[in-house]
């Protein structure tokens, strides 16, 4: 599978911890099969996790696990776009990802 359609896949499911999970466990296997990449799907793969393990046992309102899904998405986007460009690029976009979710994002 690729991140492409692991994306995808985050994408077109709902809003619950357990697709923050799948993404997780399918962004941690592929960083284990591919490593030039591996940091990019580590990168996602522990934000998503991180999401899981503050609220796998909580409720959650369903707003706050819409936006939090939505931000997951564009960092996807961001991802698949460096994936399909050159080093560069690929490098800034990543950086992009995890400086926003450790600057500006502290909901998890």
Same mark, same amino acid.
């Given at each position: ?8 896949? =985050?994408?077109? !499911? #709902? +809003?619950?911890? $357990? ?7 399918? /962004? =941690?296997?592929? !960083? #284990? +099969?591919?490593? $030039? ?7 996602? /793969? ?63």
């Amino acid at each position: 599978m690729t991140f492409k359609e692991i994306a995808a896949q =985050f994408e077109a !499911a #709902e +809003s619950g911890t $357990d697709s923050f999970k799948r993404l997780y466990k399918d /962004a =941690f296997h592929l !960083a #284990e +099969s591919a490593m $030039d990449n591996a940091g990019s799907y580590f990168v996602i /793969a522990t934000i998503a996790q991180a999401y899981v393990r503050r609220y796998e046992d909580e409720a959650v309102p369903v707003d706050q696990a819409n936006r939090a899904k939505a931000l997951l998405m564009r960092f996807n986007a961001k991802i698949v776009e460096g994936l399909n460009s050159d080093a560069a690029t690929h490098l800034r976009l990543l950086g992009e990802v995890a400086n926003e979710y450790q600057a500006q994002i502290h909901d998890f």
